[in-house]
């Protein structure tokens, strides 16, 4: 055997003992400080020395073996006389822990040689990680307390706390029912922790679940948390106004959608959310007897004062006077509505100082400082814009290929398509504005017929004057211009809708009088005069009584004599009762047929 001096000393400058000694260790211990959790640290390297004339063997080994956080490179070799070798010491990555203490990541690296009577060299390998542990004082928040939608926020408090050694910022992703304030990005300090609130703002009936995720930046030593948040609401006794919108030019059960105002000046809708209809932020398939808030893409759609309709579209008018809208685009004439594609399930502005709106399909009028805008494009069936002066500003209506407004005057102005008389009058189809015939004192005009402008056969419109008689003109095949006459008729001269009076023995047709409100769908029209009437088609219940496929003069719908507003398209009805419950018949936006009107409720009183 053969004896040597060898000498192991860190590259950062340490020496070897005198030679002629035996091993001298200068540094027993190697430290990579402290290591951000997720990263790895940089290398460090030890040398091993052999300033004697012979040759030597070693080898390494860690304590921990394979799950050992390091390795060493070369595991083993030979150092030549008068030479030396670098071992490289490696750390892995910093993985995820469940606790931040002093020397968490620590092994002892023993080097052994064949020189006879050299005792192993052990040196400890020491390194702290670096990072933060957030935990939240619970994972679940559940809000007991039944909230009705509108009303303030419900709120818990909420602490977040950080174990671990390094400073970090925690941001909140929130829901649109459920948030954190401050939402981030908030400095949590290493030991430190901050106060925080979790609220809840009702905007969907019934249970509602979320999960509020954590955004942490800076080192984190574990996965961030996730808060889980539950709430109910409902939406009792809340409604002003109603609109309604089918989202197929021809509806059928399950394409309806109802939209309501509520009297905290927010947007309740339930039924199809096709071509993102019901504005819930997504165009997902979501239960047709469900209800939730119309959302913007940065929160509630609020202080709204007006709701109206078009096919597959609402909009809605709030106290700043901007409009906003939400729907298929192709409903507006693919202009206006925001986003370029077919579904704008989000609340988009589309117009500001707005005094009025009106929408068929394909087609829109806004009025804006007296003066109306009208134009429209479905299909390559395309109108030129219309523009033309409004003394009554909010007495505007449309159908799928027409619009009308009330003059200073009360005489109504028309434009558009005339198939079958719809304008009012003899004009040819698409040239100017003119005037509706023998109308005068005019107080809400309103258009009706089939959603899609290809289909000209039930393209009709009515007029409500100030003495409370409504006039209806264009296509009446169903009965829809209320005038006790059943023929396959057009009329481009007004006439009077007539009321259907019956002792059981003989039936009279009085006109319709005392008329407040008037609403116009496919082939059917409803009017409050004191109590609900209605006329025209009834293939679906739509007039509210279960006799007869059609009615050509009016008729009382039972059990409404209360209503405040009237809402009517295509084959669906509603009414909003001055007690704020709703009333609909016809195709419901809930999935039913109705032939006689129904509670709605989720806005009984």
């Known amino acids: 055997m053969y004896r040597?001096?060898?000498?192991?000393?860190?590259?950062?400058?340490?020496?070897?003992?005198?030679?002629?000694?035996?091993?001298?260790?200068?540094?027993?211990?190697?430290?990579?400080?402290?290591?951000?959790?997720?990263?790895?640290?940089i290398p460090r390297t030890l040398v091993v020395s052999n300033p004697s004339g012979s040759a030597f063997s070693f080898t390494t080994s860690l304590a921990l073996g394979e799950a050992s956080p390091y390795l060493v490179v070369p595991e083993s070799g030979v150092v030549l006389p008068d030479r030396q070798l670098e071992l490289t010491v490696y750390s892995k990555p910093v993985p995820a822990i469940s606790a931040v203490t002093d020397n968490l990541y620590g092994d002892t690296l023993t080097l052994t040689t064949d020189e006879s009577g050299d005792s192993p060299h052990a040196i400890a390998i020491t390194q702290t990680a670096h990072g933060a542990m957030i935990s939240l004082s619970t994972m679940n928040v559940a809000f007991?307390?039944?909230?009705?939608?509108?009303?303030?926020?419900?709120?818990?408090?909420l602490t977040v706390t950080n174990s671990g050694n390094a400073a970090v910022t925690v941001s909140f992703k929130?829901?649109?029912?459920?948030?954190?304030?401050?939402?981030?990005?908030?400095?949590?300090?290493?030991?430190?922790?901050?106060?925080?609130?979790?609220?809840?703002?009702?905007?969907?009936?019934?249970?509602?679940?979320?999960?509020?995720g954590v955004t942490i930046d800076g080192p984190v030593c574990a996965a961030?948390?996730?808060?889980?948040?539950?709430?109910?609401?409902?939406?009792?006794?809340?409604?002003?106004?109603?609109?309604?919108?089918?989202?197929?030019?021809?509806?059928?059960?399950?394409?309806?959608?109802?939209?309501?105002?509520?009297?905290k000046g927010l947007v309740a809708c339930t039924g199809s959310n096709e071509s993102g209809a019901r504005g819930i932020g997504a165009t997902a398939a979501v239960s047709s007897r469900s209800y939730n808030l119309v959302v913007t893409h940065t929160g509630l759609l609020d202080q709204v004062t007006e709701i109206s309709s078009g096919r597959a579209y609402f909009c809605a008018k709030r106290t700043d006077s901007s409009l906003w809208c939400w729907g298929d685009y192709n409903g507006m004439g693919r202009r206006g509505i925001g986003d370029t594609n077919h579904d704008n399930a989000f609340a988009t502005q589309v117009a500001s100082s707005v005094q009025a709106f009106a929408g068929g399909y394909g087609y829109?009028?806004?009025?804006?400082?007296?003066?109306?805008?009208?134009?429209?494009?479905?299909?390559?069936?395309?109108?030129?814009?219309?523009?033309?002066?409004?003394?009554?500003?909010?007495?505007?209506?449309?159908?799928?290929?027409?619009?009308?407004?009330?003059?200073?005057?009360?005489?109504?102005?028309?434009?558009?398509?005339?198939?079958?008389?719809?304008?009012?009058?003899?004009?040819?189809?698409?040239s100017a504005p003119s005037l509706v015939t023998g109308l005068t004192n005019v107080v809400q005009v309103a258009g009706g017929g089939d959603g899609n402008p290809s289909q000209h056969s039930n393209r009709h419109a009515c007029a409500l004057e100030t003495d409370g008689s409504?006039?209806?003109?264009?296509?009446?095949?169903?009965?829809?211009?209320?005038?006790?006459?059943?023929?396959?008729?057009?009329?481009?001269?007004?006439?009077?809708?007539?009321?259907?009076?019956?002792?059981?023995?003989?039936?009279?047709?009085?006109?319709?009088?005392?008329v407040t409100a008037i609403g116009i769908g496919?082939?059917?029209?409803?009017?409050?005069?004191?109590?609900?009437?209605?006329?025209?088609?009834?293939?679906?219940?739509?007039?509210?009584?279960?006799?007869?496929?059609?009615?050509?003069?009016?008729?009382?719908?039972?059990?409404?004599?209360?209503?405040?507003?009237?809402?009517v398209f295509a084959h669906s009805s509603c009414a909003v009762l001055t007690t704020g419950a709703v009333r609909c018949w016809g195709l419901r936006a809930d999935n039913l047929t109705a032939s006689t009107p129904l509670p709605v409720p989720a806005f009984e009183p």
């Open 470 to 514: 409504v006039w209806c003109w264009g296509r009446g095949s169903r009965g829809q211009l209320g005038n006790n006459n059943g023929g396959d008729e057009s009329t481009s001269t007004p006439v009077q809708v007539l009321t259907e009076v019956s002792d059981g023995q003989t039936t009279t047709t009085p006109p319709l009088a005392a």
């Open 364 to 430: 829109r009028c806004i009025v804006s400082a007296g003066i109306a805008t009208c134009s429209g494009d479905n299909n390559g069936r395309r109108i030129a814009t219309t523009t033309w002066t409004v003394a009554s500003p909010g007495g505007i209506g449309m159908t799928s290929g027409n619009g009308y407004a009330i003059q200073a005057d009360g005489t109504v102005m028309s434009f558009g398509e005339n198939a079958n008389g719809e304008r009012g009058n003899n004009d040819a189809a698409e």
């Open 224 to 263: 961030p948390p996730v808060l889980a948040a539950s709430a109910t609401s409902t939406l009792a006794g809340t409604a002003k106004a109603v609109a309604l919108t089918s989202t197929r030019p021809r509806p059928r059960n399950g394409v309806i959608t109802m939209c309501v105002l509520t009297t």
């Open 144 to 157: 007991a307390t039944t909230a009705t939608i509108g009303d303030p926020p419900q709120t818990q408090p």
């Open 522 to 567: 496919s082939s059917h029209g409803c009017a409050i005069a004191g109590s609900v009437y209605c006329w025209g088609n009834n293939k679906d219940g739509e007039l509210g009584f279960s006799t007869g496929r059609s009615n050509v003069a009016a008729k009382t719908a039972p059990e409404i004599t209360n209503a405040a507003s009237i809402s």
């Open 4 to 41: 040597s001096v060898f000498c192991l000393t860190l590259i950062a400058g340490f020496g070897c003992g005198d030679d002629g000694k035996s091993v001298d260790i200068v540094q027993s211990s190697l430290d990579f400080g402290k290591t951000d959790c997720g990263t790895t640290a």
């Open 174 to 212: 929130n829901d649109m029912s459920f948030g954190v304030t401050p939402a981030g990005p908030a400095m949590v300090a290493a030991g430190g922790a901050l106060q925080a609130t979790v609220s809840y703002s009702p905007a969907q009936v019934g249970v509602v679940a979320a999960d509020i």
